[in-house]
Structure formats: structure tokens, C-alpha cells
């Protein structure tokens, strides 16, 4: 063999020998993890497995076991993330597919969970892990039937599957087969003693049956089966507490605490529990105990610093932190000090302060979470919306679903008059956390203000489907239902509020509402009158109890009681309002003037007087005042979109249609989704400037929201601007539905007349023509329906 010949061949040797030892490795961590992983030593196992992926970081095997780990120590995003590595490497690994579908189950993501499923199922239909997800999947979509006979498959398969057979007996708990559930729990148990999940679900069961003994008896035994977790304790803990056993509820959470006494959760939730038994003294004075007898837990102190603040004990608070600062510096703990005094005197209206001790923070830790977080919060009370946002885009980045960082985000674009990003960002605040009212309430805000009440409305109904008592939902939707006259959904709203709360004012003043609004007005003061029993200063009742009077044609007794209000709350604005519409009632017109300008006065940022005000300054034939007075309502309010549009419906009034053309398209601008807005600029666009180019399209265009539209009024709308763009069975449909709703209106009549003599119907024509023009009320249009009845009547259908 030549020399070169010889050297290649032991070259390649080497690579042969190198390239088995390697493999050889890969498999020996792999086995070694393996039996770790089974052990329970997950640590160790963990270490093995990264050994694996240092030598060859595309082992799908390594991250499936990887993914396994981090669910186990519930690290839900780190196993998302290394079941997703597992799939990608392998798409025909079945486990990683499987684990990934759990983790988006229980995230909430049951489409994405179901690709999962089905990929597996595709190649495999008799997978029984597989067929178990899909049938926890189909249980979720309410899809019963199928989730059965997925889960009798997988037990046919498997007969003993402890995830089938405790997902059988749940559905058939949702059935009411709570018998037949209790049975194949019991049994599933006998087979399978150390499954906690099967436990579990017999635990839901023996509640429902009030069996109390085999609840313990398995709490108990949970203890007993993971000795060292607190979570079996504190589940024990709680169900004693809930039936009266507080002194054992109290025994176990001490257990709890001396078999871990570093463990802050623990102590925290047994403090919990002696607030509810003993009062917030006795557990403060535990609390405190234990922090006295451990100086250096910060974590301890900051716990207690923190029950300070909630009871209001703000200046102790202060002196753990600055006793914190003083001692650590600028360790992680004094700073972490520094960043909870930041929180604190911010909330005491110290912002200089707050500020400066945040700077401290971020001068070392740059993405330090609770300095950026408060930094954004005084920069949003400042109005300095770049810093604010600089900020909260830092902290999305690494939690881009904080609630908190999302909503402050969404002011702040509010500030800037991003309308459309605001409810973006809400709507992303609300799929973070969809059962936390916070971000529902602020949407809605932020949509009633835009003049969009319908979609207030229905942000407030997404929020009752997931929380049905939640007391400011309830109130703002009745607010906005009373302002849509949506009588019908106000009385659901009171009988919602009467069952859910029956011991609360808001029923009884929301049923007060409905009997007014129906013209009940003495059975309206019965209810508005039980509703200041429960509470005599709340001032929504004594508003409406005076509005109840003003329509009983009793001013005094209306007044009196406003009078009333306002001398304990005299920057009431709605009760400042009402008040001038007594003295109207009653005749005395300067006061009513009067009164409103003294509502400007005390509220000047509140929108309502000031278009009040022209309100009656028009009607005195001041126009003039009247557009005066919503122009320096609109500057004052930060151009409120409630002012702006009464000014673009006042200038279209007295004929300025290029002013009202600039307001209308402003409020459109900020508020997308104004349909007051769109719905009279359409018309202003199709009724006087239909001959400017591009008006009947752009009308059109605005007016095809109004598709499927509950408002009578808005449909005739849609239906006069498709007539106008010459969609006349379209027109003729929608304002055939609009006449329906609105009944005899002049307006509406003449535009379904204009319809029908467009499509030849002579008869109907005549018949709605004439009704509107037999009403002396003037509308735009009355000279054409005029020239149309008079052909018709002469027997002549050219226009």
C-alpha cells in the first residue's frame, strides 16, 4: 500500500471511530436521562439531556424530554417552546405533537390543539394518547358525542388510560350522570391508587354529592403522596375552612409552614386564612413575628411592608423599605426596595420622588420590570407619551400579556389620539386575561366616548359572558341601554342585577328605570325609593326620582330633591343639568340659562352642558351663542367627540355644510367606529352635496356598515344612500325594514315612497308620499315628494 494510499485510509479510521463515539455519547446521556427522568431525580435528568444537545443540538428526542422537565416544574413556556423544537425536528413525533396539544388546550388555543391531535391520528388512528386529547378538545367545543366516542376508543385500547377514564367521568359529570361518573372514578382509582388526577376528579365528584368524609379521606390522601408539596396542604386547608373547621384549617397550614420554613407562599396563605378567622390584627401580628425573627428575609419584610400598604399603614411600609436601602445599597434587594418606595410614594402623589428612586433603580438594572413600569406612570400623568411608551414597549418584550403594561399602553395611545391602536391594545389586554374586567371596562369607555355606544355595549356583554355579576359592567350597560332606549335589554340588565345582588341599590334603580321609561312613573318612585334605602346618598336614584316627578308635572318636589344633592355634591354635573331643565319645566328659562352656565363653570371638562347650553341658545334663536358655546366646549374638552358632533349637526342646520363635512369626518377620524357620525355625514353627502364627485360613493361607503343594523333610523339610511347610488332592491329592502321600526316618520315615508315610484309601484308610492306630506313637520326632500305625489296623481311616472 502506497504511503498516501495509507495515511487516507487511516485517516477515514479515525473519522469512523470519532463519528460512533459520538453517537455512542449522544446514547449514553439519552439511556442515563431516561432511567433519571423515571427515577423522579428530574435535575440530574435535565443535566443529561443538555449534555445530548451540546453535542448535537437538533436531537428531537433530548427536547421532547427537555419539554417533559420544564412541564413538570411548570414551566408552561420553556416546555411550549421545547415540545414546538421536537416537532419541528421531527414532524412524526407523536409525544412532543401530544405534549404541545395539552399546553395549547390548557392555553386556550383549541384549534391550534386540534392540528396537533389530528396530525398524530392522521398516521396513527389507534394512538389512545392522541385520541384522549381530541376527545378533551371536542369536550371543550361542546362537542360531547364525539368526545365520548374518542375516549371509549382510547379505552378500548387501553382499558386501564388514567387520563381517559378521568375525562370520561368529567364529561359525564357535565352530563348529570354523576352516579355513573362516581363509579368509574372509584374504579379507576382501585386501579390506579397513586393518580392524583384520578383523585381529583372523584374529589369534584364527592363534592357535588355532599359526601364531606370522601372528600377528606382523599385531601388526606394527597398529603400523604407528595409530603414535600404545599398545594395538597393548602387544597386541604381550604376545604376545611369552607366548612367550618377553621382550627384544622389552621393546624395544616402551620404543618405546612414548619415542614418549609423559608417558603414565603406558605406563610402568606395561612396569614390569608387568620384575617378571615381571627381579623387582619392577629395575622399582621404573625406576620410580623415571623419577620422580627428573620431580619435578613427582604422577602418576608417586603410582605409585610406590602399588608402596611393595604391597611393603610403607609408610613411603617416606609421605613422596611428605607431600612432596606440603607442596609443593601444598590444589591438586588435595595433596589427592589427602592423600586416598591417608588410604588408607594407615587401612589401618596410624591411623583418627583417616586421618579428619582425609579432612576436609581434603571441607572443599574436598565429592564428593571417595576422602575420602567412606574417611570411609564408618571410620564402618562405628565402627558410625555414618548417616554411612556419607550417604557411600556420595553417591558412587552419580555411579557408581551401583562394586563397592567397593555392597559397603561392603551392610554397612552389614547392621550395621542391613536384611537385604533388603544382598542387594539385592550383587545390584546382582554385575550391575555379574559376574565378580568379591567380591560373590557376601559374598551368600552374609550368606544362610548367615541360616540360608538353599540360597541360599548357590546365589549360590556363579552365581559358579563365571563364574569355575570360584575357590578360596573352591569351599571354601564344599563347606562348605555337607557341612552339607546333599548328598553327591553335595560330590564334584562335589572332582573340580572335583582338576582345576582339582590341586597344591592343598582336592581331596584335599574327596574326604577324601565318603569319610567315604560311611563310607570309612581311604581318608578317605589323602586328608586327602596333603592336610597339600601343607600340614601347614592346619587343616581335621587336624579332619577326627580326625573320622575319633573314627568308627573312636579317641579318642586323634582327640585327639592336636587337641591338637595347638590348641596352635598355641587359639582354634580348630571344633577346641574337636570336642575335646568326644572326651571324650564317651570318656566323660568334665565334660570335654566343660568344654571347650565354654572354646570360649565364647576365642570368645564364635562361635554354635556356645554351642548345643552347651545341647545337652549339655539332654540333662543342665538345661533351664534349656541356655536360659540360648543367651540369653547370642544377646546375645553380636548375636542370631545360628543361636542364635535353636535357642532358638525348645528353647522349642517344653519348651512355651513363645509364645516360640517370637517366635524363629521374628525369624529370618524378618532373614532372609527361612530356610527352617529357616519350616519349623518352620509347623509349630508347624498342630501346636499349628491352633484360634488365621489360624494354618493363615499356616502355609500359609510353607510354599508349599517348592514343588519337593530336601529330603524340607520337602516333608512342605508337604504336612502343605496337608493341614491341607484341599488334600489337593496334600497327598497333595507327601508322597508327601517319603516317597520320607525313607524309613521315623514322622512322615512317620503324615502320608501321615492323607492317605490323609482320601481314603478304607482300605489304604494302614492300611499307613502301622501303620509308624509299630510304631517306639517319639514324634512329634506319635501319639495321632491311634492313633484312626485303631483305626477303620480296625474298619472305620469317620468321624473
Known amino acids: 500500500m502506497g504511503r498516501e494510499r495509507y495515511f487516507a485510509f487511516l485517516f477515514s479510521c479515525v473519522l469512523l471511530v470519532a463519528g460512533c463515539g459520538k453517537e455512542e455519547r449522544i446514547q449514553s446521556y439519552l439511556d442515563r436521562g431516561a432511567t433519571l427522568y423515571e427515577q423522579g431525580d428530574i435535575v440530574k435528568a435535565r443535566l443529561e439531556?443538555?449534555?445530548?444537545?451540546?453535542?448535537?443540538p437538533k436531537n428531537a428526542r433530548a427536547w421532547l424530554m427537555i419539554a417533559r422537565i420544564e412541564e413538570q416544574n411548570r414551566n408552561w413556556k420553556k416546555a411550549y417552546n421545547a415540545y414546538q423544537k421536537a416537532v419541528e425536528l421531527d414532524p412524526a413525533n407523536h409525544e412532543a405533537r401530544i405534549g404541545k396539544g395539552k399546553l395549547l388546550l390548557a392555553g386556550g388555543e383549541p384549534e391550534m390543539a386540534l392540528a396537533e391531535a389530528e396530525a398524530v391520528l392522521a398516521e396513527e388512528p389507534d394512538e389512545p394518547d392522541a385520541l384522549v386529547l381530541h376527545g378533551a378538545i371536542k369536550r371543550r367545543q361542546d362537542d360531547l358525542d364525539t368526545a365520548v366516542a374518542d375516549v371509549q376508543k382510547a379505552l378500548s385500547l387501553q382499558p386501564q388510560h388514567t387520563e381517559a377514564l378521568g375525562l370520561l367521568a368529567a364529561i359525564r359529570v357535565q352530563q348529570g350522570q354523576v352516579d355513573e361518573a362516581k363509579t368509574l372514578l372509584e374504579t379507576a382509582v382501585e386501579a390506579h391508587p397513586d393518580?392524583?388526577?384520578?383523585?381529583?376528579?372523584?374529589?369534584?365528584?364527592?363534592?357535588?354529592?355532599?359526601?364531606?368524609?370522601?372528600?377528606?379521606?382523599?385531601?388526606?390522601e394527597f398529603v400523604e403522596q407528595q409530603p414535600k408539596e404545599f398545594s395538597p396542604r393548602l387544597q386541604l386547608a381550604k376545604y376545611l375552612a369552607a366548612k367550618g373547621k377553621t382550627a384544622q384549617a389552621e393546624a395544616t397550614l402551620r404543618a405546612a409552614v414548619e415542614a418549609?420554613?423559608?417558603?414565603?407562599?406558605?406563610?402568606?396563605?395561612l396569614v390569608q386564612l387568620l384575617t378571615e378567622v381571627k381579623g387582619p390584627d392577629a395575622a399582621t401580628?404573625?406576620?410580623?413575628?415571623?419577620?422580627?425573627?428573620?431580619?435578613?428575609?427582604?422577602?418576608?419584610?417586603?410582605?409585610?411592608?406590602?399588608?402596611?400598604?393595604?391597611?393603610?399603614?403607609?408610613?411603617?411600609?416606609?421605613?422596611?423599605y428605607r431600612t432596606a436601602i440603607q442596609r443593601e445599597g444598590k444589591?438586588?434587594?435595595?433596589?427592589?426596595?427602592?423600586?416598591?418606595?417608588?410604588?408607594?410614594?407615587?401612589?401618596?402623589?410624591?411623583?418627583?420622588?417616586?421618579?428619582?428612586?425609579?432612576?436609581?433603580?434603571?441607572?443599574?438594572?436598565?429592564?428593571?420590570?417595576?422602575?420602567?413600569?412606574?417611570?411609564?406612570?408618571?410620564?402618562?400623568?405628565?402627558?410625555?407619551?414618548?417616554?411612556?411608551?419607550?417604557?411600556?414597549?420595553?417591558?412587552?418584550?419580555?411579557?408581551?400579556?401583562?394586563?397592567?403594561?397593555?392597559?397603561?399602553?392603551?392610554?397612552?395611545?389614547?392621550?395621542?389620539?391613536?384611537?385604533?391602536?388603544?382598542?387594539?391594545?385592550l383587545e390584546k389586554a382582554i385575550a391575555a386575561a379574559p376574565k378580568e374586567p379591567g380591560a373590557y371596562l376601559q374598551l368600552a369607555e374609550l368606544r362610548a366616548?367615541?360616540?360608538?355606544?353599540?360597541?360599548?355595549?357590546?365589549?360590556?356583554e363579552r365581559l358579563l359572558a365571563q364574569v355575570p355579576d360584575n357590578a360596573s359592567a352591569q351599571t354601564a350597560l344599563a347606562r348605555i341601554e337607557l341612552g339607546r332606549h333599548d328598553i327591553d335589554a335595560l330590564e334584562d340588565t335589572a332582573e340580572r342585577v335583582l338576582t345576582t345582588r339582590p341586597e344591592h341599590p343598582l336592581g331596584y334603580y335599574l327596574k326604577g328605570l324601565v318603569l319610567q321609561a315604560r311611563g310607570d312613573l309612581e311604581s318608578s318612585i317605589e323602586q328608586f325609593n327602596t333603592a336610597l334605602t339600601k343607600n340614601p346618598k347614592a346619587a343616581e336614584p335621587i336624579i332619577a326620582l326627580s326625573r320622575s316627578f319633573l314627568a308627573l308635572k312636579q317641579p318642586e318636589r323634582a327640585r327639592e330633591r336636587l337641591v338637595q344633592l347638590l348641596d352635598e355634591n355641587p359639582t354634580n354635573v348630571v344633577a346641574l343639568n337636570l336642575l335646568a331643565e326644572i326651571y324650564l319645566a317651570m318656566g323660568e328659562v334665565p334660570k335654566a340659562q343660568q344654571q347650565l352656565e354654572s354646570a360649565v363653570s364647576l365642570a368645564p371638562t364635562s361635554p354635556v352642558a356645554y351642548r345643552r347650553l347651545a341647545q337652549l341658545q339655539r332654540k333662543g334663536g342665538d345661533t351664534a351663542a349656541a356655536l360659540a358655546t360648543l367651540q369653547s366646549g370642544i377646546?375645553?374638552?380636548?375636542?370631545?367627540?360628543?361636542?364635535?358632533?353636535?357642532?358638525?349637526?348645528?353647522?349642517?342646520?344653519?348651512?355651513?355644510?363645509?364645516?360640517?363635512?370637517?366635524?363629521?369626518?374628525?369624529?370618524?377620524?378618532?373614532?372609527?367606529?361612530?356610527d352617529a357620525a357616519a350616519n349623518n355625514l352620509a347623509m349630508l353627502l347624498v342630501n346636499n352635496l349628491a352633484d360634488k364627485p365621489g360624494s354618493l360613493s363615499r356616502a355609500l361607503e359609510l353607510a354599508k356598515r349599517f348592514?343588519?343594523?337593530?336601529?330603524?333610523?340607520?337602516?333608512?339610511?342605508?337604504?336612502?344612500?343605496?337608493?341614491?347610488?341607484?341599488?334600489?332592491?337593496?334600497?327598497?329592502?333595507?327601508?322597508?325594514?327601517?319603516?317597520?321600526?320607525?313607524?309613521?316618520?315623514?322622512?322615512s315615508q317620503y324615502h320608501l315612497g321615492m323607492v317605490y315610484f323609482a320601481l314603478g309601484r304607482k300605489d304604494d308610492a302614492k300611499e307613502q308620499l301622501s303620509s308624509a306630506l299630510s304631517s306639517d313637520h319639514t324634512f329634506p326632500g319635501k319639495g321632491e315628494a311634492a313633484r312626485a305625489l303631483k305626477q303620480l296623481q296625474q298619472g305620469r311616472t317620468d321624473k
Open 49 to 56: 439531556f443538555k449534555n445530548v444537545l451540546q453535542i448535537d
Open 195 to 220: 393518580s392524583i388526577s384520578l383523585k381529583q376528579e372523584l374529589v369534584r365528584v364527592y363534592e357535588k354529592r355532599g359526601n364531606t368524609t370522601g372528600v377528606l379521606r382523599l385531601l388526606n
Open 260 to 269: 418549609s420554613p423559608r417558603d414565603l407562599q406558605r406563610k402568606l396563605m
Open 285 to 320: 401580628a404573625e406576620l410580623e413575628g415571623w419577620a422580627r425573627a428573620s431580619p435578613d428575609d427582604y422577602d418576608l419584610s417586603f410582605a409585610l411592608a406590602q399588608r402596611y400598604r393595604a391597611g393603610g399603614r403607609l408610613d411603617e411600609a416606609e421605613k422596611i
Open 331 to 425: 444589591s438586588p434587594n435595595g433596589l427592589k426596595a427602592r423600586a416598591l418606595l417608588a410604588a408607594l410614594l407615587f401612589g401618596e402623589k410624591k411623583p418627583d420622588e417616586a421618579l428619582a428612586l425609579a432612576e436609581e433603580v434603571l441607572a443599574e438594572d436598565g429592564e428593571n420590570a417595576q422602575a420602567l413600569l412606574l417611570r411609564a406612570a408618571v410620564a402618562l400623568q405628565r402627558e410625555d407619551t414618548d417616554q411612556a411608551v419607550a417604557d411600556l414597549r420595553r417591558l412587552l418584550q419580555n411579557d408581551p400579556g401583562s394586563v397592567r403594561v397593555l392597559r397603561l399602553l392603551a392610554q397612552a395611545h389614547a392621550l395621542r389620539k391613536e384611537y385604533s391602536l388603544a382598542q387594539d391594545t
Open 449 to 460: 366616548k367615541s360616540g360608538d355606544l353599540e360597541g360599548a355595549a357590546q365589549v360590556l
Open 635 to 674: 377646546q375645553a374638552t380636548s375636542r370631545s367627540g360628543i361636542l364635535v358632533l353636535a357642532l358638525g349637526a348645528l353647522q349642517q342646520e344653519v348651512g355651513d355644510l363645509k364645516g360640517a363635512t370637517a366635524a363629521y369626518e374628525e369624529v370618524l377620524k378618532r373614532y372609527p367606529q361612530a
Open 707 to 747: 348592514e343588519g343594523s337593530s336601529q330603524p333610523s340607520y337602516l333608512d339610511t342605508l337604504g336612502w344612500v343605496e337608493f341614491k347610488n341607484g341599488k334600489l332592491e337593496e334600497a327598497v329592502r333595507n327601508l322597508e325594514k327601517a319603516a317597520k321600526g320607525l313607524g309613521p316618520i315623514s322622512e
